[in-house]
């Protein structure tokens, strides 16, 4: 996992809820657009596409617990 990826799950963790992409950008993750897909691709991460949010999934939950 890299380490981007990882403080994406992190973020999103620890809010437990439903995140606005627009609030991730401001977090210095750098191409947050590209971060999120390659997260929702791998399981990691849902996207709401009305809102444009993100929040954790168990998957994402467990790989971040198991340091994937």
Do not use: F
Not at 21 to 42: F, K, M, P, W, Y
């Amino acid at each position: 996992m890299h380490p981007r990826e990882r403080a994406l799950l992190v973020i999103l963790s620890q809010a437990g809820e439903w995140v606005p992409l627009a609030e991730l950008r401001s977090r210095g993750l750098g191409d947050i657009a590209v971060l999120a897909s390659n997260a929702v691709a791998q399981g990691w991460v849902e996207y709401r596409l009305g809102t444009l949010d993100l929040r954790i999934t168990d998957q994402g939950r467990t790989a971040l617990d198991r340091g994937y």
